[in-house]
């Protein structure tokens, strides 16, 4: 890979403040990984249909931000929704990504896995939206779960058609972003649909999997009291799945790609949550007996 390649410093989901994360990162963008080349077209398709290779916007290794312990997080690249507050909009379009070889990533994973052992770590896979190229991402969890490695998948649920029961067996720990508790404001937030993030839920509660639930809170977007009200009934649906729920403050550290990229950005001049609405917020969540971070 050309040295220029652009090192990832900011998470998904407005997580962490990026300095805090910058910190916490030990190295990522794509380093390390040699591409396929002189494939064409078709030969691609059939090899990301079949897991041989994924395409990854950049990974990187960092503490106690995507999951427990020290992890890998592999942003994967495309995403089929919108979502107003995206801090990461370049990774929407699968073709922007640089295609990796199985074997590579599941290579780079042995290399960390004593690591991941010791601080009680692993691998997430993050996007863009990971359950869109499902294949590859469980093929990883796979041999990583043969190496006895901690497996994560961030995602909004919303392709978990694209993943069998077998799959979801390879999944330690699922971080779901329920971004908002009815059809229709979830509608206006991602250009998507709720009902798959509530069926994946459900899936991985039946399964006996662990959910961190992220929220991330917009005032006027997704801050009402009615909406907050729906997305606890919705965890609480899925009973003793959820350790906890994350409630993330909007915050305009995606803006500037927004503009490199020219897409017209909704919430240009948003601001981010009081400290007195997040308080009624984490405290709306706790009252249907959630733990709230
Ligand atoms: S789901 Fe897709 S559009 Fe929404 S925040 Fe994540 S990457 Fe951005």
């Known amino acids: 890979m050309p040295d220029n390649t652009p090192f990832r410093t900011t998470t998904r989901h407005m997580l962490k403040e990026s300095k805090t994360y910058a910190s916490q990162t030990l190295m990522g963008g794509l380093s390390g990984f040699e591409s396929p080349i002189g494939l064409d077209r078709r030969d691609r398709i059939t090899a990301l249909k079949t897991g041989d290779i994924g395409f990854?916007?950049?990974w990187d290794i960092n503490t106690s931000v995507d999951g427990?312990?020290?992890?890998m997080t592999v942003f994967m690249s495309g995403c089929p929704l919108r979502c107003q507050y995206c801090q990461n909009p370049d990774t929407w379009k699968m073709r922007d990504g640089q295609p990796v070889y199985l074997d590579a990533m599941i290579k780079k994973v042995a290399r960390y896995a004593d690591l991941f052992k010791a601080t009680h770590?692993?691998?997430t896979f993050s996007g863009g939206e990971s359950m869109m190229q499902p294949a590859f991402v469980s093929r990883v969890f796979r041999a990583a779960k043969e190496m006895g490695v901690h497996t994560c998948l961030d995602t909004s649920g919303f392709l978990n058609k694209n993943y069998t029961d077998e799959m979801i067996d390879d999944i330690d720990l699922c971080l779901l972003d329920v971004k908002s508790g009815d059809e229709e404001?979830?509608?206006e937030v991602t250009g998507g649909l709720l009902q798959p993030t509530i069926d994946f839920g459900r899936r991985l509660a039946k399964a006996g999997k662990k959910i961190w639930v992220r929220f991330v809170l917009v005032p006027g977007l997704t801050s009402s009291?009615?909406?907050v009200e729906n997305v606890a009934r919705i965890c609480e649906s899925f009973g003793d799945a959820v350790e906890h729920?994350?409630?993330l403050g909007f915050h305009q550290l995606g803006r500037p790609k927004w503009h490199e990229l020219r897409i017209p950005?909704?919430?240009e001049d948003q601001k981010?949550?009081?400290a007195a609405l997040k308080k009624r917020v984490v405290e709306q969540f706790e009252s249907h007996g959630l733990t709230v971070y």
């Open 68 to 71: 427990p312990g020290t992890r």
């Open 245 to 247: 729920v994350d409630v």
């Open 265 to 267: 950005y909704p919430l």
């Open 225 to 227: 009291e009615e909406n």
């Open 272 to 274: 981010g949550p009081s």
């Open 185 to 187: 404001t979830y509608h």
């Open 121 to 123: 770590g692993g691998i």
């Open 56 to 58: 990854v916007h950049s």
